[in-house]
């Protein structure tokens, strides 16, 4: 098993920036891609960033490209998104996931383990 926490949330005007951390225990040796999503009220979960292992590789959603920064630390366990020029639209609950898989997913059914989510609340 696999426990995640996410911390970081909060609210925040638009244009600002916030920094999620998503912190692994557990059999954290099993941890390949990782990746963060978020979900809107009344909305469908969808894809925000993946990384590789290695952190060489990253993905993210054509809305966040240029604004928001996957990253990880391997050695702490933990994976970082930094988000700025924050917009209303990026309201939601956002997730942190973890795969065995070496690819970064975009799907979220490729993801083994979730954390319980953070809030992020940005204001016009």
């Known amino acids: 098993q696999v426990q995640l926490v996410e911390s970081g949330g909060g609210l925040v005007q638009a244009g600002g920036s916030l920094r999620l951390s998503c912190a692994a225990s557990?059999?954290?040796?099993?941890?390949?891609?990782m990746g963060w999503f978020r979900q809107a009220p009344g909305k469908e979960r969808e894809f925000v960033a993946a990384?590789?292992?290695?952190?060489?590789?990253?993905y993210y959603a054509d809305s966040v490209k240029g604004r928001f920064t996957i990253s990880r630390d391997n050695a702490k366990n933990t994976m970082y998104l930094q988000m700025n020029s924050l917009k209303p639209e990026d309201t939601a609950v956002y997730y942190c996931?973890?795969?065995?898989?070496?690819?970064?997913?975009?799907?979220?059914?490729?993801?083994?383990?979730w954390g319980q989510g953070t809030q992020v609340t940005v204001s016009s």
């Open positions: 996931a973890t795969t065995s898989k070496q690819a970064a997913s975009r799907s979220a059914s490729e993801y083994n383990y």
């Open positions: 557990g059999r954290t040796f099993s941890i390949a891609a």
């Open positions: 990384i590789t292992w290695s952190g060489r590789n990253t």
